[in-house]
């Protein structure tokens, strides 16, 4: 079956270190996103992509960034992690050009930056 | 000004009686798109049904229904005969300019309400 997987599923690491998360989706959609959930805010967009060599921020990608060199990987990497960044981390992809678009997400990776 | 806005931050209800979980919305563009997602404490997202604001009849999904007002810019899901199960975080979600470039743009999520259900 097509999913979506998200690695590695919890991370620990220290503030200032270069941190990346893995998405990878085997459902072949041209679209990806991340997400970060924090408490009292929802899930908010940090970066997506529209296919191979597309990326475009979202409303919090400061800090943050995404490069897309095939379909079916789009890592996210924190450059210098912040305490700020404690968060869960969604990724999640739709197909294009489809009434509904519905995205599907992975099941998050919870990273704490001590 | 918050895009989508669930007033409910939680909810208790019996097992067996419908709920009605809220969401308003807001937006200039004609065109757009309503999701409602599922949170469990397992904490993956699990999308439930959507809304097209071009949709001229209410969307369906088993015993999920989403009450669509257009004119009062609110898209409240109604889970019908609660379940156990059902317990969870809700999420309502928006998609702007659904009718324009394939919509691969990201969503605009509410904070979520926390349904809880009572035996």
């Known amino acids: 079956d097509a999913e979506i997987t998200q690695s590695p599923r919890h991370k620990i690491t220290e503030t200032g270190r270069q941190v990346t998360l893995a998405c990878h989706q085997t459902?072949?959609?041209?679209?990806m996103f991340w997400y970060r959930q924090d408490l009292g805010h929802g899930l908010r967009l940090i970066h997506y992509s529209y296919g191979v060599q597309d990326t475009n921020k979202g409303e919090v990608s400061d800090g943050y960034s995404v490069s897309r060199s095939n379909t079916e990987d789009l890592p996210l990497t924190l450059e210098s992690a912040a305490s700020s960044q404690t968060s869960v981390y969604f990724c999640?992809?739709?197909?294009?050009?489809?009434?509904?678009?519905?995205?599907?997400f992975g099941a998050g990776t919870r990273l704490s930056v001590l | 000004a918050q895009k989508i806005t669930q007033t409910q931050p939680g909810m208790f209800v019996q097992e067996k009686e419908a709920v009605t979980l809220d969401c308003t919305y807001d937006?200039?563009?004609?065109?757009?798109?309503l999701f409602w997602y599922k949170q469990p404490s397992s904490g993956e997202m699990i999308f439930l049904i959507y809304?097209?604001?071009?949709?001229?009849q209410n969307a369906t999904e088993g015993r999920y229904s989403l009450n669509f007002q257009k004119a009062r810019k609110s898209a409240n899901l109604v889970i019908s005969a609660s379940q156990l199960g059902d317990s969870a975080m809700y999420f309502c979600?928006?998609?702007?300019?659904?009718?324009?470039?394939?919509?691969?743009?990201?969503?605009?999520f509410g904070k979520g309400t926390h349904l809880i259900i009572q035996p």
């Open positions: 999640a992809s739709s197909e294009s050009k489809v009434t509904k678009n519905i995205q599907y």
């Open positions: 937006t200039s563009d004609p065109s757009y798109g």
């Open positions: 809304q097209g604001s071009y949709d001229q």
């Open positions: 459902w072949n959609h041209n679209n």
């Open positions: 979600a928006m998609r702007e300019a659904e009718d324009s470039g394939g919509g691969a743009d990201g969503l605009t």
